[in-house]
């Protein structure tokens, strides 16, 4: 089992950047695949962006390309999805993942391990 842990999010304004971290006690993540989605209130959860094992493979979402980069530290054992420009719409309780196929999937379904979520709201 890995316990996944999200921390970074909060409050801030359009235009503003945040950096989220994604860690895991007791395990090592270097063999995963880790992704990130999005759950808005009254909204399915949404694919962000996806890293494969060794941090050289990424896909993003639409949405969200140009302006967020994935990438993980294996020797610290986390993951970050670093944000800029954030808008209104980025609102969401982000979630990290982990899949232990070591590739960057874009499916929920395809992911073993969930994190708790942390929020983040941008203001207009």
């Known amino acids: 089992q890995v316990q996944l842990v999200e921390s970074g999010g909060g409050l801030v304004q359009a235009g503003d950047s945040l950096r989220l971290s994604c860690g895991a006690s007791g395990r090592t993540l270097r063999s995963y695949g880790m992704g990130w989605f999005r759950q808005a209130p009254g909204k399915e959860r949404e694919f962000v962006a996806a890293?494969?094992?060794?941090?050289?493979?990424?896909n993003y979402a639409d949405a969200v390309k140009d302006r967020f980069t994935i990438s993980r530290d294996n020797a610290k054992n986390l993951v970050y999805l670093q944000m800029n420009s954030l808008k209104p719409e980025d609102t969401a309780t982000y979630y990290c993942a982990a899949i232990g196929l070591g590739r960057a999937s874009m499916r929920s379904d395809e992911y073993w391990y969930w994190g708790q979520g942390t929020q983040v709201t941008v203001s207009s």
């Open positions: 890293v494969n094992w060794n941090g050289d493979g990424t």
